[in-house]
């Protein structure tokens, strides 16, 4: 999404897709997305190879314990899951790359990447969810009615 830049970030949409759909459909699909997805950004990224498919993956576990909550379809739920996923993420990429060797400038990192790439993650997580909620629905697995 090079074109949707907000201050010279730009929105993580793989990273929104995987927790997404982790939360509607379980860890088990969500690494299916997290390993197609992270194999597809370390091929078109400068990062070492792996670097996006083992944390997207390592996200989409943990948020596929949020699949099992009654509050799937509140608001809430992909607000805090994208918070929470998005500072991990990125927190653990860049943990990655300093333990590949590569220097992290971590103030200006933390400050001017992923506060900012938080925030804007956050701002769009309801319109993700909301479309992959629709596409669960059409392709998947019938809810279960109490």
Same mark, same amino acid.
């Given at each position: 999404m090079p074109h949707l830049t907000i201050i010279g970030v730009?929105?993580?949409?793989?990273l929104l897709m995987v927790i997404s759909w982790s939360l509607l459909r379980g860890a088990q699909e969500g690494v299916i997305w997290a390993l197609v997805g992270g194999?597809?950004?370390?091929? &078109?990224?400068?990062?070492?190879?792996? !670097?996006?498919?083992v944390a =997207?993956?390592? @996200?989409? /576990? %943990?948020?596929g314990v949020g699949e099992l909550s009654v509050f799937r379809t509140h608001i809430a739920l992909? &607000?805090?899951?994208?918070?929470?996923? !998005?500072?991990?993420?990125? =927190?653990?990429? @860049?943990? /990655? %790359?300093?333990m590949q060797g590569c220097s992290?400038?971590?103030?200006?990192?933390?400050?001017?990447?992923?506060?900012?790439?938080?925030?804007?993650?956050?701002l769009l997580s309801p319109f993700v969810y909301k479309a992959l909620y629709w596409l669960h629905r059409k392709t998947?697995?019938?809810e279960m009615a109490w």
């Open positions: 730009k929105p993580d949409l793989m194999m597809g950004l370390d091929l &078109l990224s400068g990062a070492p190879f792996g !670097t996006s498919t =997207l993956v390592a @996200l989409s /576990l %943990l948020a992909p &607000l805090i899951a994208t918070l929470i996923a !998005t500072l991990a993420y990125d =927190l653990f990429f @860049l943990l /990655l %790359l300093h992290i400038a971590w103030a200006d990192s933390l400050t001017k990447v992923v506060l900012p790439s938080t925030l804007f993650n956050v998947g697995r019938e």
